[in-house]
């Protein structure tokens, strides 16, 4: 069986940002305020990921557009990529859902999201859900979150 490794966007791969400018690398501009920055290390870590032998899911809060496009210009090679629309709202926030199929296609869910706390449905397949939890990124340069993130994933899975 696979594995299946579920990415998320904002403050684990990206940040976005209304200020004038941060220390981390540019990404590109998403409207007049919106800046993308991208991650310290994120291209490593991404070449990481598209080369090894899972399913790929980037899972976001964010809308449709603004993801396909990170995913294009971070050149994600992803199986789907689920965005706001497939979350489930509740009190004005977003919920990512755990998809039943997904506990039984895949052997290892590894679910790579600094907000473990916004997903629901994931009690029955526990034992098959690994949640690495990075540290938030919030534009800084110095980050070096993702290498630590590439060489767990190498030694312990």
């Given at each position: 069986?696979?594995?299946?490794?579920?990415?998320?966007l904002?403050?684990?791969?990206?940040?976005?940002?209304?200020?004038?400018?941060?220390?981390?690398?540019?990404?590109?501009?998403?409207?007049?305020?919106?800046?993308?920055?991208?991650?310290?290390?994120?291209r490593e870590?991404?070449?990481?990921?598209?080369?090894?032998?899972a399913?790929?899911?980037?899972?976001?809060?964010?809308?449709?557009?603004?993801?396909?496009?990170?995913?294009?210009?971070?050149?994600?090679?992803?199986?789907n990529?689920?965005?706001?629309?497939?979350c489930?709202?509740?009190?004005?926030?977003?919920?990512?859902?755990?998809?039943?199929?997904?506990?039984?296609?895949?052997?290892t869910?590894?679910?790579?999201?600094?907000?473990?706390?916004?997903?629901?449905?994931?009690?029955?397949?526990?034992?098959?859900?690994?949640?690495?939890?990075?540290?938030?990124?919030?534009?800084?340069?110095?980050?070096?979150?993702?290498?630590?993130?590439?060489?767990?994933?190498k030694?312990?899975?």
């Amino acid at each position: 069986m696979k594995s299946l490794y579920i990415l998320d966007l904002d403050h684990t791969l990206i940040y976005g940002s209304y200020a004038i400018s941060e220390e981390a690398n540019l990404l590109f501009k998403y409207s007049k305020y919106l800046k993308v920055y991208e991650r310290p290390n994120v291209r490593e870590f991404i070449d990481y990921i598209n080369n090894i032998n899972a399913d790929v899911i980037v899972y976001t809060t964010a809308k449709e557009v603004y993801a396909l496009q990170i995913c294009l210009l971070l050149k994600i090679k992803t199986t789907n990529i689920l965005t706001r629309k497939n979350c489930i709202s509740k009190n004005d926030k977003y919920y990512k859902n755990l998809l039943p199929e997904w506990g039984m296609i895949y052997e290892t869910i590894f679910i790579i999201d600094d907000s473990p706390n916004i997903w629901m449905n994931t009690e029955n397949f526990k034992s098959k859900i690994k949640f690495i939890v990075p540290k938030e990124f919030r534009g800084e340069s110095k980050d070096r979150e993702l290498l630590k993130l590439v060489l767990e994933l190498k030694t312990c899975y």
